[in-house]
T-cell receptor, first 112, second 115 residues
Framework: KAGVTQTPRYLIKTRGQQVTLSCSPI?????VSWYQQTPGQGLQFLFE???????NKGNFPGRFSGRQFSNSRSEMNVSTLELGDSALYLC???????????FGEGSWLTVV | AQSVTQLGSHVSVSEGALVLLRCNYS??????LFWYVQYPNQGLQLLLK??????LVKGINGFEAEFKKSETSFHLTKPSAHMSDAAEYFC?????????????FGGGTRVLVKP
């Protein structure tokens, strides 16, 4: 079965713009989480959604937001982009019966 | 709060030699433990995990890890390194039986395999 799918894979934005990233979880998975990966801070948890509700949130400013749709697909949005937002954004999903978290290939965001 | 420490941000091994990557965690209760591998320009791939039961866990690509509660460790080993093992490895923990899927990661260890 298909894995976690993230789009777009690569994008370049200008400071001050906003960006939306998309994630389709593994079929049947209702839990979707987002992580930011940077050389300096490593892998950091952004937030998690389950059944269209935010269940957990990391320590990121309000410029970072997300949502989940009824088909479990999720989007994350970053507004007023800063240079420091340049990172690999990873989406992960987990099924209800398992405790394994599966990751997508990520979306590479460069802010110039 | 949980935390994960990976000793050594870079490890260099010769092809055919033992690979040993160290991971220690801090948690109020024994967590679920994971090792992920990341190849260049790719996402994270699960190598193995420990939740309950046998403390020696075997994963993909010949890797294994042992959970030692008394040492709060979950070190990853592979008896014989292959060139294809060159990648970055992340140890991660999650709260057992938690409803969510929040992982706390270590800083990662980049493995270089010399021919």
């Amino acid at each position: 079965k298909a894995g976690v799918t993230q789009t777009p894979r690569y994008l370049i934005k200008t400071r001050g713009q906003q960006v939306t990233l998309s994630c389709s979880p593994i079929s049947g998975h209702r839990s979707v989480s987002w992580y930011q990966q940077t050389p300096g801070q490593g892998l950091q948890f952004l937030f998690e959604y389950f059944s269209e509700t935010q269940r957990n949130k990391g320590n990121f400013p309000g410029r970072f937001s997300g949502r989940q749709f009824s088909n479990s697909r999720s989007e994350m949005n970053v507004s007023t982009l800063e240079l420091g937002d340049s990172a690999l954004y990873l989406c992960a999903s987990r099924g209800q019966s398992g405790n394994t978290i599966y990751f997508g290939e990520g979306s590479w965001l460069t802010v110039v | 709060a949980q935390s994960v420490t990976q000793l050594g941000s870079h490890v260099s091994v010769s092809e055919g030699a033992l690979v040993l990557l160290r991971c220690n965690y801090s948690s109020s209760v024994p967590p679920y433990l994971f090792w992920y591998v990341q190849y260049p320009n790719q996402g994270l791939q699960l190598l193995l995990k420990y939740t309950t039961g046998a403390t020696l866990v075997k994963g993909i690509n010949g890797f294994e890890a042992e959970f030692k509660k008394s040492e709060t460790s979950f070190h990853l080993t592979k008896p014989s390194a292959h060139m294809s093992d060159a990648a970055e490895y992340f140890c991660a923990v999650s709260e057992p039986k938690a409803a969510g899927n929040k992982l706390t990661f270590g800083g990662g260890t980049r493995v270089l395999v010399k021919p």
